[in-house]
């Protein structure tokens, strides 16, 4: 059997990383484009300017807050007058994504800087290309991972923990949807089933976040780096993110796409609607009752949803419930990857039951 992994090409991580990036960057030229958030530029632009300065000249442009096509075309003028030979991405998922889709256009290496550890996003080659009004658009595949993908963990412990908590969130997903891809000999996001070294490292992302994430979550509310908050880092990070390109994605995230459908949720982030999606997963694949109690204690432990009032659906009608049941389940999906027949009632049972024994939990 033919398989394939992909991976970023260079992963660094650790406390004031920041002052490695002009060393880093210098790896790929000498002249580059910073494309920073207004987070980023307000409050960490001088640290870039810094560590960049002697080692590569470095333009430092403000994100104008969308991925979008117009906003690609902004930054193509300008870089197609100062000609860099790198371009770098610091802040949010949507200027990451933007950074991305730039490199890609103008076919030179791209260097990742993420400044909040809520999504496996920073190492993927993928952009989600939305309107200028920030409704979505397309999915852009790269033809690569990042170059480089630069961690400051300091960075990420002064974000709020929810954040934190919610990357713990899309990170439980990696394991579960990882291993019923390789039941099912399913594809990952190259097209291919994964290597045995996938799975394996969504397995111990999984173990990671088991064993650190309450001493991390302690930490990263105290706004400190600790070795726990290190391992949650990286697992939230770099192995959730080989975990579910190179693993396989299922009925967590698909379930999660169905929750899109219903307004009541969009206040709620990626991971915290991926983590009942986990919870719902684990019911539709009769999972064994440790496993199940494993979950659901890691997720009360960290202040993860376990019920459907957790992001917004204290009473949703069993009707809603079903339309967005009937969006995960919609062909190409990827929870039919799972390795079992799934519609759209099995799915709404399954987000029941979750719920039912998410208040359960609660009230004992």
Same mark, same amino acid.
């Given at each position: ?12 991580q ?69 000609? %860099?030979?790198? $371009? *770098? ?5 949507? +200027?990451?994504?933007? #950074?991305?889709? =730039?490199?890609?256009?103008? &076919? ?37 991972? %990042?170059?480089? $993908? *630069? ?5 990420? +412990?002064?974000?709020? #923990?929810?954040? =934190?908590?919610?990357?713990? &969130? ?5 394991w579960?949807?990882?291993e ?38 302690? +930490?990263?509310?105290q ?29 967590a ?64 009608s ?35 039951t ?7 939990r609660?009230?004992?």
């Amino acid at each position: 059997m033919l398989t394939t992994a992909i991976f970023p090409s260079r992963y660094v991580q650790g406390r004031n990383a920041l002052e490695q990036l002009g060393s880093e960057l210098a790896r790929f030229g000498s002249t580059a484009l910073a494309l920073l958030d207004p987070f980023a530029d307000d409050h960490l632009g001088a640290v870039v300017a810094s560590a960049c300065a002697g080692q590569i000249d470095c333009q430092r442009v403000r994100f104008a807050g969308e991925c979008c096509d117009e906003e690609i075309a902004r930054l193509l003028t300008m870089a197609c007058e100062s000609k %860099p030979q790198v $371009v *770098l991405g610091m802040g949010g998922g949507k +200027a990451l994504d933007t #950074a991305k889709a =730039l490199a890609y256009e103008l &076919g030179v290496p791209v260097a990742i800087v993420p400044t909040l550890a809520s999504s496996d996003a920073p190492c993927s080659a993928l952009s989600v290309i939305y309107t200028a009004s920030g409704e979505f658009k397309r999915y852009l595949v790269l033809p690569r991972n %990042p170059d480089l $993908v *630069l961690v400051d963990s300091q960075v990420i +412990a002064q974000a709020p #923990a929810r954040f =934190l908590v919610s990357g713990m &969130g899309d990170a439980l997903a990696t394991w579960f949807e990882a291993e019923d891809c390789r039941i099912r000999g399913a594809a990952n996001m190259t097209g291919r089933p994964g290597p045995r070294t996938a799975h394996a490292l969504a397995r111990f992302c999984y173990d990671t976040l088991l064993q650190y994430g309450p001493l991390a979550l302690q +930490a990263c509310r105290q706004q400190v780096v600790t070795p726990a908050l290190e391992h949650v880092i990286e697992a939230n990070t770099l192995l959730s993110g080989l975990g579910f390109e190179s693993g396989g994605l299922a009925a967590a995230h698909a379930i999660h796409n169905g929750f899109t459908a219903l307004p009541e949720t969009h206040h709620y982030w990626h991971g915290e609607k991926v983590a009942f999606g986990v919870l719902s997963m684990l019911m539709l694949r009769d999972s064994e009752p440790a496993l199940i109690d494993e979950v659901y204690d890691f997720c009360i432990a960290i202040g993860l949803p376990v019920t459907l009032a957790d992001i917004g659906l204290q009473d949703v009608s069993d009707e809603a419930l079903l339309r967005a049941a009937e969006l995960a389940c919609a062909p190409g999906e990827s929870i039919h990857n799972e390795p079992f027949p799934v519609d759209a009632r099995s799915v709404l049972a399954a987000m029941r039951t979750a719920d039912a024994e998410g208040r359960r939990r609660k009230v004992a």
